[in-house]
């Protein structure tokens, strides 16, 4: 499997403040990331596999809806965190 109990650990504890604080817009961002990459690349190898697709979407929307709230709310962890993760905006 390649979302273990240790890689999601390493995620929040790199992105969120603690490796136990899996609630933080940052930490909750950083394993939507590794998901959406994790499916991109499945789906570079199964085209047709729709439903890959629409949750691959669905993640998309959702890591968006965080970013958009983190940057209201404050918009230099919003900055740090598109940084740190080298995302487009």
């Not at 390649?2 to 609630?23: C, P, R």
């Amino acid at each position: 499997m390649y979302l273990t109990k240790e890689v999601k650990e390493e995620i929040f504890a790199k992105h969120g403040k603690s490796a136990t604080d899996t609630g933080s817009a940052e930490g909750q961002i950083a394993l939507f990331t590794h998901r959406i990459n994790h499916l991109t690349t499945h789906l570079k190898k199964n085209q047709k596999d729709f439903n890959t697709e629409r949750s691959l979407v669905k993640l998309v929307g959702k890591r968006r809806a965080l970013l958009d709230y983190l940057a209201k709310k404050d918009i230099m962890r919003y900055r740090a965190i598109v940084k740190e993760l080298g995302l487009r905006k």
